[in-house]
């Protein structure tokens, strides 16, 4: 005679708790509303070239460029069969292993408020001490030759199966160097307060150093490689806050790095915390860093999805548009005359997959592009 008690009983509560979960799931959609969708022709916007639907830039090509509203995977993205695969070495890394990153998170469930006596400022009050493990992935070309050193690309976000196919196969028609493939996990958490924002949203080189000097050693001994010292063949990517970490990363340390690739880059006010240097975190690229800045040797391809982030926290401060800031950081390159590539895509939202499935190996192919020739050695970007 209880049972039909008890399943009424935990009918309530499994109610309780869906109207929970759907009261958080409104509460944060309200902190994160849906990004309106933005034409690439909108005045202000640079001025770029529209593709045939389903088409990505050339390779070789400088500028701005509209991808079409289809995305289809491009077939380098595939595996094929009778390409040499390479492995992919993994390891882990703890907190307590790093005198750069001892570990910081945030209580989950909070965020922040902006600072009433300045709303390009966030208040956290949450964030705490916290150990984390990190996972690594290291690939390894099945070409590269055991003692030699290599030229290597560094990802944000952990292991990227996609990169690594797509290396397999521009590896084998030698539209890339044989390189080594190094994807970093983060921290843990997101945003202002966590690890991950902490690694990636500071506008500093300790990122890049502890890239340096605790990570890529750990990648040589683990995964038995030899990494180059020639900032001309060393590569950074990611998406989101991973990709301004990218662009961090070179700017910051240009003697280790030339070549940036980034989804959806993070140009925008997010450090934490402040710093009175750059008090508008990244979006003091295109503000003011860039432009006021002597040419940099670097090489720079960028993304944004015309669906891409717009104000996702309680932050009013004009400094929260992922497109106008990757518009902007396509504006400012131009007038510095850095070599870069900008792809605005339709019918696509943050760090597109569909999009970085039909993009990746085009990217790829642009951002290395010069390597080897002799502008390349003397320190600077190619043409």
Known sequence: MRLPRLLHAASFMLALAVAGF????????????????????????VAATQLADGAVPPANRNGNFILGPTHPAAPEMLVRAGVPQGKVIEFTMHSADSRYYPGIARDPGTFGTP????????????????????????YVPQQ?????????????????????TALD??????????????????????????ERGLEYDTMSGRYAEFVEHEMLPLVEAKARVRLTHDPDGRATMGGSSGGSCALIMAWYHPEWYHRVLTYSGTYVNQQWPPNPQTPHGAWEFHEHLIADTPVKPLRIWMEVGDRDLYNPNDMRDGMHDWVVANENMARVLAAKGYPYQFVF??????????VKMQTLPEALEYVWQGYGTKAAQHGQPAP
């Not at 509460?27 to 909108?42: K, V, Y």
């Not at 400022?121 to 001490?129: G, P, W």
């Not at 590269?144 to 990169?163: N, Q």
């Open 22 to 45: 759907a009261n958080a799931s409104v509460a944060q959609a309200a902190l994160r509303p849906t990004p309106p969708t933005r034409s690439p022709f909108t005045p202000g916007y």
């Open 115 to 138: 600072d009433p006596k300045d709303p390009a400022k966030l208040i956290v009050t949450t964030s705490h001490a916290a150990p984390y493990t990190r996972h690594v992935a290291v």
């Open 144 to 164: 590269y030759v055991p003692g030699t050193e290599a030229p290597f690309i560094v990802g944000a976000d952990g292991p990227d199966r996609m990169l690594f």
């Open 169 to 194: 196969n521009l590896i084998a028609e030698h539209r890339v160097p044989v390189m080594i493939a190094i994807s970093i996990g983060n921290g843990s958490g997101d945003a202002q307060g966590s």
């Open 345 to 354: 895509a339709e019918n696509a939202g943050h760090v597109d997959r569909s």
